[in-house]
Structure formats: C-alpha cells, structure tokens
C-alpha cells in the first residue's frame, strides 16, 4: 500500500477518502503515477567491462542510491547492498557474464526496503569502488573490482566481520495469528528475492512457480474451511530458511508444507518427488537436493553458519521422533493423492539433511513439483490448469492429515506413536 501514499501536505478530504478507497481496493489503479510521486530508483540495464587492470560491473539507474560494499567468504563474494531498488532486467542476466573476476551475479529485493547485489567471484577481488554517480549518460551504480591476493582477500573479510558482524536481514514479524480451534498449515515458497532457485531454459523461475502454486494449494485449503493458511512469502522477497521455520513454529503449525522445483542436465528426469528429513539421505539425488536447497540462504550472501541443532533431552527427542514419523505418513498420503494427478518421479518418497524442514514440532515435508529442465514438466508447471488439480490433491492430502490428526487429539490412545506430545 505504501507506493500509493499521497504525501504532498494534507490532502481535501475527497482525496483522502478516493486514497483510502483505493488502498482498501488493492491499489490496483493508477502503478504509474504512484511510482513517480515515490520516486522509486530503477535499475534498467546491466554490464561488465573488462579492463586490463580490472572488472566494472555497472547499472544503470533512475536515481542516486547510498551503496555500501564488502566482502563475504566460502565462496568469496562481494555483496553490495543498497535501500529497495528496483530491478527492471531480466532476472538471469547475471548468469554467466565471461569475465575473469565475476564469476556471475544476481540482484533483487532483499528486506523489506533493502536491495541487494551479490556477485560471485571467480578469483580474489578488491574493491575499488561501489558507489552511485551522475554520468554523462544519466545515473548509475559502478563496482570496480580488481584482483588481489587469497591471503589480503581473507584479510579484509575478517577485518570486516570484526567491524560489523553480519546481521541476518530484519524482517517484520509476522502477523500473530489469533487461536482458533482451526489447525494452521503453513506453506513455504522456497527462494524468492535474489535468490531465484533453479531456472528453466526459457528464463522460467523456481522462485515464481513455486509462489503461484503456494497461492493455489492456499486457495484450495481455504475452500475446505477446515483450516487456516499462511504464506511465509506472498510475494518476491528474500527470505532465510531459518526464519521459514520460526514462522511455522511460532504460529503452531500442524503441518509446514515446503514448495519447490528442480533442474537437471538430464532433461528426461521428470516428475514430483516428496522429501522427508532425515540424518543420512536416502539416496545420492537427494543428498544433492539437499546440498542445493540448504545453500539458500548463500545465494542472498548471507554467511553460511554450522548447523545449530538443538541438544535434546528425552521429552525432545521423543517429540522429534513423533513428528518425523507424522511428515512420513503425510508423506505417503500426499504421494497416493499425487498418483491421480500422474507426474510423479519413478522415486517420489525421499528423504535427507534439509535444514527448512528441521522444525522438531512441526510435521514437514518438502514438495518438489517436478523439473524445470523437463519440457514436460515445464508444460504442466506452467500450466494453469495443472496447477490447479495438482493443488487440489495437494490441499485434499493436507485435509486427511488434519482430520486424522484432530481426531487423533479427541482420541489420543488411537495416536499412531506412544509418544506424548509435550506442549
Ligand atoms: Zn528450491
């Protein structure tokens, strides 16, 4: 609502009112002229210059951004972060840019009111300059990078993490949600922002896929008036896979839902796969889903950290237990509801190390749609059709969960573990 906010002095009352009446209406009207009274900063164009002495990344902008810039290590990545900026460029333009010290970049909305721009290293790099400035052509952002030595790269990483240890981004808590005897399903875009996930051939995003589903399986939960739904993003932003969790956890959640899609050299590998947690993977494909999924929060150049697992005494130890044994029957169920959608993998029920599905308490499973690499899963996934009776069958598994599950709470001795939930 805020690009519609009408700022100049106190505006006559009719105007309030049409401002308010279009806020209420989704401020569907009007795009254009609320982005000027914004004055928002564009990022239109982007490109590399190469030379000899060192790489230029620059964009061109609409307006002149502070910017600030600095290292990151495991991989070497230089980060640069500037308030919300708009991208207005196709979202794989930094994929492979052929120069000898940017490996690739990627840029996007980071936090709510903060963009950023993450450029993966080929070699050690210095930087020599981020900053915004007028030029000839109009206004810019320019990051020089030279090359430097391993040893003075590490330097600088650790000098920088002494003056400003990293900060996961700050984000606004989410809405807490009133109790009702309703149960709380909360589904999970994966990615988002800067991190787009896997992509497809035609430009086709995991990020964008995986949110329009989320939308449609929320819609077809709702349509039950058995549960309540929320979204852990409802729209394109960043956020880390710890903070997926803590939203299912704080909200109670009886079952956290994880919505992705992969993509493989082999492009006749097809079809969706149900994945699990579990100490040790179930197969070499999903020891490599998890590896890629986990590095989520790497890709927006937040540090990567050791995995805090939780030191459990008995009670939470029989909790994990119970849980993990509650995602694998969901697990099964939403496999045998996904039978009568067909587009299943030959191998659809694994499991192994995801960190998002981690949450001791609440039964999770991870969705994997299928395979942005295979044209025909990329004709269902973007298939408005599909996507609306894969997340029918998706929602009519999620309500057999939650009935078996209330009926198990009026009746705990048919609980399927001897296991008392502690609450
Ligand atoms: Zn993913």
């Known amino acids: 609502m805020r690009r519609t906010a009408l700022r100049a002095g106190t505006p006559p009352p009719f105007i309030a009112m049409a401002a308010a009446l279009l806020a209420a209406l989704g401020a569907l009207a009007w795009p254009a002229a609320a982005e000027e009274q914004q004055k928002e900063i564009s990022a239109l164009t982007a490109r590399i210059e190469a030379l000899p002495d060192r790489s230029r990344l620059l964009f061109d902008l609409t307006g002149l951004p502070p910017v600030t810039a600095h290292p990151v290590a495991n991989p070497p990545r230089i980060i640069v972060d500037l308030p919300e900026v708009l991208f207005r460029m196709e979202a794989n333009a930094g994929l492979s840019p052929g120069d000898k010290l940017i490996k690739s970049y990627r840029y996007g909305i980071f936090a709510p009111g903060r963009s950023r721009v993450v450029i993966d290293l080929a070699a050690p790099a210095k930087i020599l300059k981020a900053d915004s400035e007028a030029a000839a052509g109009g206004p810019r952002l320019v990051i020089e990078l030279a090359p430097t030595s391993a040893g003075h790269f590490a330097a600088t990483v650790a000098e920088q993490a002494r003056l400003q240890p990293a900060e996961p981004p700050k984000l606004p808590a989410t809405a807490a949600q009133a109790p009702t005897d309703k149960p709380m399903v909360v589904i999970d875009p994966g990615h ?137 029957q969901f697990s099964h169920s939403l496999i045998s509801f996904w039978r009568e959608v067909g587009a299943l993998n030959k191998n659809p029920s694994r499991s192994a190390g995801f960190v998002v599905l981690k949450a001791f308490d609440v039964p999770s499973v991870l969705l994997e749609l299928g395979y942005l690499s295979s044209e025909k899963d990329l004709s269902r996934l973007t298939s408005q059709d599909w996507r609306e009776r894969a997340a029918q069958k998706t929602a009519e598994a999620v309500d057999a969960f939650i009935s078996a599950r209330s009926r198990e709470a009026r009746a705990p001795a048919e609980a399927p573990s001897s296991a008392t939930r502690p609450q």
Not at 223 to 243: I, K, Y
Not at 298 to 324: C, H, M, P
């Open 192 to 328: 988002g922002g800067l991190d787009m996930g896997a992509t497809g051939k035609h430009g086709e995003m995991e990020k964008d896929v995986v949110l329009e589903f989320a939308r449609a399986l929320r819609d077809k939960i709702q349509e039950t008036g058995r549960a309540r739904v929320l979204l852990t993003r409802d729209h394109d932003m960043f956020l880390p896979l710890a903070e997926r969790v803590r939203i299912a956890r704080e909200n109670n959640a009886t079952l956290f839902v994880s919505i992705h899609a992969d993509t493989l050299a082999a492009s006749r590998v097809e079809g969706a796969t149900v994945y699990t947690v579990s100490e040790r993977a179930s197969d070499a494909e999903a020891a490599r889903m998890a590896e890629k999924e986990n590095l989520a929060d790497q890709a927006a150049g937040l540090e990567s950290k050791a995995d805090a697992e939780e030191v459990g005494d008995i009670l939470f130890e029989l909790t994990r237990r119970e849980t993990r044994a509650y995602s694998r």
